[in-house]
């Protein structure tokens, strides 16, 4: 069982920025890589993913423009980089990793504790 690890959340303000990082152990070579995030009292919702081979990314429309994922292939990590957060952004942002690039919840192998990111109005 691959364990990930995410860091980085915390509280901010509306405007702020955030950075998370999901780390995987090394030589763990996992094809998806992504950010989930459940608000209270929600499902876990899609956020932002990435296809570890090329870099390509997608983003949900309610992300996208504010939010970027990227890779890190020295240290075997994704980052979140979030900006002009919302206080709709607060959550629980969980990192995935998995075998197909899909945005199903389901359909990912391996998750992380979950961080938390709060946004105060």
């Known amino acids: 069982q691959v364990q990930l690890v995410e860091s980085g959340g915390g509280l901010t303000q509306v405007g702020g920025s955030l950075r998370l990082t999901c780390t995987a152990p090394?030589?763990?070579?996992?094809?998806?890589r992504g950010w989930f995030r459940q608000a209270p009292g929600k499902v876990r919702e899609f956020v932002s993913i990435?296809?570890?081979?090329?870099?390509?990314?997608e983003h949900a429309e309610s992300v996208r423009g504010r939010f970027s994922i990227s890779r890190d292939i020295v240290n075997n990590a994704v980052h979140l980089q979030m900006n002009d957060l919302k206080p709709e952004d607060t959550a629980v942002y969980y990192c995935?990793?998995?075998?197909?690039?899909?945005?199903?919840?389901?359909?990912?192998?391996?998750w992380g504790r979950g961080t938390q990111v709060t946004v105060s109005s």
């Open positions: 995935a990793g998995g075998g197909k690039f899909s945005r199903m919840v389901d359909l990912y192998d391996y």
């Open positions: 090394e030589n763990t070579n996992i094809y998806v």
């Open positions: 990435l296809r570890w081979s090329d870099g390509y990314t």
